[in-house]
């Protein structure tokens, strides 16, 4: 099993930047692909980046595509998404999950990520 804390939420303004941040404590960081997701009021959780056990490979949703980084510091058990050039329609609760997983494949359905986070909340203005 593994814990899961995010950081690094806020306020920002409409072409700012944030750096979320995801804790792992528990199991082996490294036997899990990684996942952020987000969730605004009155839509449903959607994925918005992807990393897997290595981070020889990763997965963007279209609409953060260039924008958005996801990385991972295995050794730090820690994984991360750079957000730039953010737009009010960025704002939402971000999740990060885990799925127990040592393959290149990123998974892109909730139902494939056993472990998740209590959530931050981004808020853009405009």
């Known amino acids: 099993q593994v814990q899961l804390v995010e950081s690094g939420g806020g306020l920002v303004q409409a072409g700012g930047s944030l750096r979320l941040s995801c804790a792992a404590s528990?199991?082996?960081?490294?036997?899990?692909?990684m996942a952020w997701f987000r969730q605004a009021p009155g839509k449903e959780r959607e994925l918005v980046a992807g990393?897997?056990?290595?981070?020889?490979?990763?997965y963007y949703a279209d609409s953060v595509k260039g924008r958005f980084t996801v990385s991972r510091i295995n050794p730090k058990n820690t994984v991360y998404l750079q957000m730039n050039s953010l737009k009010p329609e960025d704002t939402a609760v971000y999740y990060c999950?885990?799925?127990?997983?040592?393959?290149?494949?990123?998974?892109?359905?909730?139902?494939?990520?056993?472990?998740w986070g209590q959530g931050t909340q981004v808020s853009v203005s405009s």
């Open positions: 999950a885990a799925e127990l997983i040592r393959l290149r494949v990123v998974h892109t359905t909730e139902r494939q990520y056993e472990y």
């Open positions: 528990g199991r082996t960081f490294s036997d899990y692909a």
């Open positions: 990393i897997n056990w290595n981070g020889n490979n990763t």
